[in-house]
């Protein structure tokens, strides 16, 4: 899943926003997702941001873990460095699902002369609002995102802000977004695609959407009731995306792809590894020795190919591991 610059690997399991969208895809595939340049636990201070160093950036990821072949997701801004990444490695990706997200930026919108403005007007926002509960500005961004949404979710929004990222960084990481141009690109991608966009979205209007599943040969498009950009798990929208989603995405190889060779007791005890409790934590909730804990989480790695207990713990989190399971 390639990011937005609105990103915090750890934090993003307690956004109400992007909870939904970890479940839905961590329970059924193996789900790779990292942190762009300037934002989340990547390095905050860096020289080039930069749309090209976006795509770079993915390249490295899937290089440094050896991937030949796979399924590339973008949400919002990752969809523009999706379109760029599958349109030169067209024989790494065998499916492009995009959601929400565009082919040109908002001052590449030409044909609407009131984006241009918006979007100056939103780096003013960003610019003396940023991560304010308080400020008008929050209060309007969450609204753009989550019409629908509660009072918890305008603080969600506020919180994954203050963690994200610096203020400077957002503008210049927006004005970069807003100067985005695939279009080119589009018209080149081959392999089977499907473009999702919720009708009355606010932040990148359905008729962005349209135009993207026109320019790409083939492409499906699905449009979803919902005013909202991301959608809240109670809608029924959400449900027939998730559904068309599993649909159009290849099945996951072996019956839990990286953790199929886990017995019932390693799942078990990874569910309180992935929660962060300790080896001693962990025998008092099983009522097993501490001994048997550590040959247990021995196994785990060796299964899962990790070497420290905090790859694991990142591995298992994708997964979904460590959520609140239902009576818990």
């Not at 060796?302 to 070497?307: E, I, R, Y």
Request: with cysteine; aromatic share 8%; hydrophobic share 45%.
């Amino acid at each position: 899943m390639l990011p937005s610059w609105l990103t915090h690997l750890e934090h993003q399991w307690r956004s109400v926003a992007w909870r939904p969208w970890l479940e839905a895809l961590s329970a059924r595939y193996r789900l790779i997702r990292y942190d762009p340049r300037g934002c989340g636990l990547s390095d905050r201070n860096v020289d080039d941001l930069s749309f090209e160093s976006w795509v770079r950036d993915a390249g490295a990821v899937v290089d440094a873990l050896g991937l030949d072949r796979f399924s590339l997701l973008g949400v919002c801004q990752g969809g523009s460095v999706a379109i760029e990444f599958a349109s030169r490695q067209p024989e790494r990706v065998s499916n492009l699902l995009l959601y929400g997200t565009y082919a040109r930026g908002r001052f590449r919108r030409t044909t609407n002369a009131e984006e241009p403005q918006k979007a100056k007007l939103m780096l003013e926002m960003l610019e003396l609002g940023w991560a304010h509960e308080d400020h008008a500005f929050m209060r309007a961004f969450a609204t753009q995102f989550q019409p629908g949404g509660s009072i918890e979710h305008l603080r969600s929004w506020c919180e994954l802000q203050r963690v994200a990222t610096s203020a400077a960084n957002a503008v210049q990481l927006t004005r970069v977004m807003f100067d985005v141009d695939v279009q080119s690109s589009a018209a080149r991608i081959s392999c089977p695609t499907l473009v999702a966009h919720t009708e009355r979205d606010a932040v990148v209007t359905a008729e962005e959407g349209r135009l993207l599943a026109q320019l790409i040969p083939g492409a499906q498009f699905l449009q979803l009731d919902s005013a909202n950009h991301f959608m809240l798990p109670e809608e029924s929208a959400w449900t027939v995306f998730v559904e068309a989603m599993h649909a159009f995405l290849p099945p996951p190889t072996g019956e839990d792809g990286l953790f199929a060779e886990l017995t019932k007791r390693e799942r078990e005890l990874l569910h309180f590894l992935a929660r962060g409790l300790d080896n001693h934590q962990i025998a008092a909730n099983l009522e097993i020795s501490e001994k048997t804990i550590r040959n247990h989480v021995s196994n785990i790695f060796a299964k899962l190919g990790v070497d420290s207990r905090a790859q694991a713990i990142v591995l298992a989190r994708d997964a979904g591991y460590g959520a609140p399971r239902p009576g818990s």
